[in-house]
């Protein structure tokens, strides 16, 4: 019987060698004597079973002998088809690889594993719905006022902008957020915010330390998409823009758009709701600090003196060098406002984001809606350069301050020039300060 159950084990499970092959039991004594013996202790204290007087050893081998041929072959029978039917269902299972059942603590860990799988995939499943219901339930913003020709005049090749820009819209960019998040690229967005001058005024500092939170995003290099490279379309600049998971914020930074005429319409095409910040600085020390990057590439040119008045006896200001345009910051502003709210754009004092940078800050995460986490324990003066640099830069974990090319010293400039500059600069100063609603205190 034991031979004809391992021969049908190995046919139902060819893999199922000798070394397979489970542990084999002790044999019980299939007597008469002995059955009696467990059953009456199986029996839980009940009366023996009668005991058969034997006498001296050849009769207790005789009683057993008997005892042997009056039972019938049926109990070793019955036993052996146990043991076969044992050593069958065990090669069964190792061969049809049916499941143990687990230990509590690997069911549990498992089941909570299971739960967590399933919880996020919900999360992440509702956020691109509910983003994507958000966005098509948002009330459409109301329609800018047509450009005025006299004051921007149009582009080359502003004629077919429009519906250049409404198909590069249109077409998918984004995966899903399921897929962001399993495969940890994220997505590439076009920015919800620009920081769009102004040149010398502190707008590489403000977006080295706005790249310490970690729901910011932003280019390195300025892409000068808006006033250089606009003819490239939409899809080239969203290509520059890094990647970003689901409630981070996108952004970059060009100093120049803040001058640029063309600037604020285009960006107004992409994203009305883009918001905007502008690093203001005292426009004559922006003035001088520009003529000294300048003067550092080309150590040639004409004094700050010859460069500032087109006639320096009748002391008339040369408005056509843009170190000194740059800096009459409400004419510039003007244009910004026929296409944004002033409430759109934040004004950032660059004298303060070296005095106070935490606050600073602070202002600036609340208008992009950021949790306030860059404070004063990020930051620390360098005597040096003048300014503050921070503890910990973006990815690292060393002190990082600006460039070699930020803080140079600046040249000495005659003091009646500069007094003629703060004189010719006074009324756009004042006018300034009443369309932004703040004094910067420059006067």
């Excluded at 499970?13 to 199986?42: Q, T, V």
């Excluded at 009769?59 to 036993?79: K, L, N, V």
């Excluded at 808006?226 to 981070?248: C, H, I, K, S, V």
């Excluded at 460039?403 to 003091?415: F, L, V």
Aim: with cysteine; proline share 8%.
């Amino acid at each position: 019987m034991r031979q004809s159950a391992a021969v049908i084990g190995r046919r139902l499970c060819p893999s199922a060698g000798p070394a397979a092959r489970p542990r084999p039991r002790r044999r019980r004594c299939l007597c008469l004597r002995c059955r009696r013996r467990e059953s009456g202790a199986g029996a839980g204290g009940g009366r023996a079973a009668p005991r058969t007087r034997v006498r001296g050893r050849a009769g207790a081998r005789g009683a057993h002998a008997a005892a042997g041929r009056a039972e019938p072959s049926r109990a070793s029978a019955s036993h052996a088809s146990r043991l076969a039917r044992g050593h069958m269902g065990q090669r069964l299972n190792r061969c049809l690889d049916v499941p143990v059942a687990l230990p509590p603590l690997r069911r549990r860990l498992l089941l909570l594993f299971i739960m967590l799988f399933l919880w996020l995939y919900m999360f992440y499943s509702c956020a691109g719905s509910c983003a994507g219901l958000a966005a098509r339930g948002s009330p459409a913003p109301p329609r800018a006022a047509p450009p005025l020709p006299q004051l921007l005049p149009p582009a080359p090749g502003a004629a077919g902008e429009e519906s250049s820009l409404e198909e590069q819209r249109a077409a998918p960019d984004a995966a899903s957020p399921i897929s962001s998040f399993f495969n940890g690229s994220g997505t590439k967005r076009l920015p919800q915010a620009i920081i769009i001058g102004v040149k010398k005024g502190g707008t590489r500092a403000l977006l080295e330390f706005l790249r310490v939170h970690p729901d910011v995003r932003a280019v390195g290099a300025e892409p000068h998409f808006f006033d250089r490279n606009y003819e490239r379309g939409l899809a080239w600049y969203r290509d520059l823009m890094p990647r970003t998971l689901e409630g981070q914020i996108t952004m970059e930074k060009t100093p120049s758009y803040f001058v640029t005429k063309e600037a604020p319409a285009r960006i107004s095409s992409m994203s009305k709701g883009t918001k905007l910040i502008v690093v203001v600085r005292d426009p004559v020390t922006r003035a001088i600090s520009d003529y000294t990057q300048t003067l550092s590439k080309k150590p040639d040119i004409p004094t700050f003196e010859s460069l500032t008045f087109k006639n320096r006896t009748t002391g008339l200001i040369d408005t056509s060098w843009s170190a000194i345009q740059i800096g009459i910051y409400a004419k510039h502003l003007e244009n910004w406002l026929l296409y944004f709210p002033i409430g759109q754009i934040l004004f950032v004092s660059g004298e303060r984001l070296i005095s106070d940078p935490a606050g600073e800050l602070g202002r600036v995460q609340d208008f992009l809606g950021l949790k306030r986490i860059i404070t004063d324990k990020h930051f620390y003066f360098n005597k040096t350069k003048g300014f503050p640099c921070l503890k910990k830069a973006e990815g690292s974990s060393k002190p990082h301050c600006l460039g070699k090319t930020k803080g140079r010293t600046h040249p000495d400039i005659d003091q009646e020039v500069v007094q003629r500059l703060r004189d010719f600069y006074r009324p756009f100063n004042m006018k300034f300060y009443q369309m932004t609603g703040q004094d910067f205190g420059w006067d």
